[in-house]
C-alpha cells in the first residue's frame, strides 16, 4: 500500500482485472484503511463514462468525509487505483490538477495511469495542458 496523504493511498488486489459489477467489489479494510475497490472500471479499454468517474470519486470522499482513512484498490495498484486517486485529489482535497498527479507520481512508484484515463480526467475538470 501507497500512501498519498495521511488519509489516502493506493494499492493492488490482484485477479481478476475487471469486475463485472459492484456488487463483487472487494469490502473490508487494510489496515486501517477503508477499501474502495475500482476494479470495475476498466483497465486498458476505452475510458470509462463520465458518471463512472464521477461515482468512484464520490465512493472515496464519501469515507473520507466520515473522517476513514481510504486505500482505492485496482487489480494492481497502477492505473486505475492512482486516476481515481488524482480526482480525488483534486474534487475533495481542491488541488491543481498537475499539482496532484506529481504527488502521486512521488509516492507511488509504481504509478502508471495510462492516457485515456488521464484525458477523461482533465475533461471532468476542464483541466488543460500548459
Known sequence: ???????????????????????????????????????????????????????????VTSYLELGEKVVVCCSHGMNRSNAIALGVLVQYFKMDFFKAWELIQSRVPTCTIISTNIVALTKLFKVKFP
Open 1 to 59: 500500500m501507497y500512501k498519498i496523504l495521511e488519509n489516502l493511498a493506493t494499492d493492488g488486489l490482484g485477479e481478476p482485472s475487471e469486475l463485472s459489477g459492484y456488487v463483487d467489489c472487494e469490502i473490508g479494510l487494510i489496515d486501517d484503511f477503508r477499501i474502495i475497490d475500482v476494479r470495475v472500471l476498466p483497465e486498458f479499454d476505452a475510458p470509462s463514462s463520465p458518471s463512472e468517474y464521477k461515482l468512484n470519486i464520490m465512493r
